[in-house]
Nanobody, 115 residues
């Protein structure tokens, strides 16, 4: 079964940290670049970070220097380490291929940054 399952979200105070995990099953995710996306209430989904199979990364300007994407191909998992969180990082976070495929959106994981 081909699927993505995100986890690790929660409520955190500004300046705090969270690590998101994306467990995947299916060869396609092991081969192609992956990305973390987020969607805040009333806003369009945006690409936050990407990583190739070999580990090359790229980030949206809004998270550069604060977020780090990584992948463990042996564990079929992609991670997003989020540091120095801000209220504007509040969103549902999803992982998917990069570029995404509508077939693979999971349920996402909610991240709320609030004092």
């Amino acid at each position: 079964q081909v699927q993505l399952v995100e986890s690790g979200g929660g409520l955190v105070q500004p300046g705090g940290s969270l690590r998101l995990s994306c467990a995947y099953s299916g060869t396609v995710f092991s081969i192609f670049p992956m990305g973390w996306y987020r969607q805040a209430p009333g806003k369009q989904r945006e690409l936050v970070a990407t990583i190739t199979r070999s580990g090359s990364t790229n980030y949206a300007d809004s998270v550069k220097g604060r977020f780090a994407i990584s992948r463990d191909n042996a564990k079929n998992t992609v991670y997003l380490q989020m540091n120095s969180l801000k209220p504007e990082d509040t969103a549902v976070y999803y992982c998917n291929l990069n570029p995404y495929s509508d077939r693979y959106w999971g349920q996402g994981t909610q991240v709320t940054v609030s004092s």
